[in-house]
T-cell receptor, first 109, second 116 residues
Framework: SQQGEEDPQALSIQEGENATMNCSYK?????LQWYRQNSGRGLVHLILIRSNEREKHSGRLRVTLDTSKKSSSLLITASRAADTASYFCAAPRDDKIIFGKGTRLHILP | GAVVSQHPSRVICKSGTSVKIECRSL??????MFWYRQFPKQSLMLMAT?????????EQGVEKDKFLINHASLTLSTLTVTSAHPEDSSFYIC????????????FGDGTRLSIL
C-alpha cells in the first residue's frame, strides 16, 4: 500500500506562477522526502524534511510538514518551463521508502 | 553528488528472452539497492530490496524466480528478468543508499524494457 498520496494528480500553470502540491501519508514518519522525475528518467531527490521540522527551503522550493495532519506540501515559486516533471513525496517505512502516486506538473509558456 | 548508473537504458527483445539490467553506484558504496517498476503515469512500485552479500528481500506479489536479483559487491546490483513476456514490459528503476537509515535514495536513469 502507498504511504504517500499526492494531490492534485495533475497541475498546469503559467510560467512564473507558483505551484503547490500536497501529500498525505498514513503512518508515523521520521522524515518525508520529495523527489522529481523528468519524463523517462530516474528520480532526483529535492528535499528532505524531518518530523521535528515544520518548514524547509531550498532555492525556489519550500516544503512544509504538519505531522498532526500527516500532510506535507511542496511549493515551487516563480515556476519555469524546466520545472515540468512529476513530483513524488516519499516516506520511510521500515527499511524502505514508499512513494506516492505523484503530481504531474506542466508549466505552460 | 552521488551517482548511480543504470544500464542498459532501453531494451527491445523477443518473448522468452532473459534480460539483465545493471545498477552501479559510481562514487559511493551502496550497502542497499532497491529495484522499482513503474507503469506509465504511475508511481514507483518497489519490487525488492537488495543487500550486498545476502539474498534480496522481495515485496509481496513479486516472483523471485522471475526477477532474479544479485548484489555481489558494494557497487553493483543486477536484476535479471527471466523468460520475459510482453506483460513484463515496463520501466525498471534502481536506487542505492549508503546505509539503511532513511536517507534519500540515489536513482539510476531507468531501463525501458519492451518485450515483443
Amino acid at each position: 500500500s502507498q504511504q504517500g498520496e499526492e494531490d492534485p494528480q495533475a497541475l498546469s500553470i503559467q510560467e512564473g506562477e507558483n505551484a503547490t502540491m500536497n501529500c498525505s501519508y498514513k503512518t508515523s514518519i521520521n522524515n518525508l522526502q520529495w523527489y522529481r522525475q523528468n519524463s523517462g528518467r530516474g528520480l532526483v531527490h529535492l528535499i528532505l524534511i524531518r518530523s521535528n521540522e515544520r518548514e524547509k527551503h531550498s532555492g525556489r522550493l519550500r516544503v512544509t510538514l504538519d505531522t498532526s495532519k500527516k500532510s506535507s506540501s511542496l511549493l515551487i515559486t516563480a515556476s519555469r518551463a524546466a520545472d515540468t516533471a512529476s513530483y513524488f513525496c516519499a516516506a520511510p517505512r521500515d527499511d524502505k521508502i514508499i512513494f506516492g502516486k505523484g503530481t504531474r506538473l506542466h508549466i505552460l509558456p | 553528488g552521488a551517482v548511480v548508473s543504470q544500464h542498459p537504458s532501453r531494451v527491445i527483445c523477443k518473448s522468452g528472452t532473459s534480460v539483465k539490467i545493471e545498477c552501479r553506484s559510481l562514487d559511493f558504496q551502496a550497502t542497499t539497492m532497491f529495484w522499482y517498476r513503474q507503469f506509465p503515469k504511475q508511481s514507483l512500485m518497489l519490487m525488492a530490496t537488495s543487500n550486498e552479500g545476502s539474498k534480496a528481500t522481495y515485496e509481496q506479489g513479486v516472483e523471485k524466480d522471475k526477477f532474479l536479483i544479485n548484489h555481489a559487491s558494494l557497487t553493483l546490483s543486477t536484476l535479471t528478468v527471466t523468460s520475459a513476456h510482453p506483460e513484463d514490459s515496463s520501466f525498471y528503476i534502481c536506487s542505492a543508499v549508503s546505509d539503511r537509515s532513511s536517507k534519500p535514495q540515489h536513482f539510476g536513469d531507468g531501463t525501458r524494457l519492451s518485450i515483443l
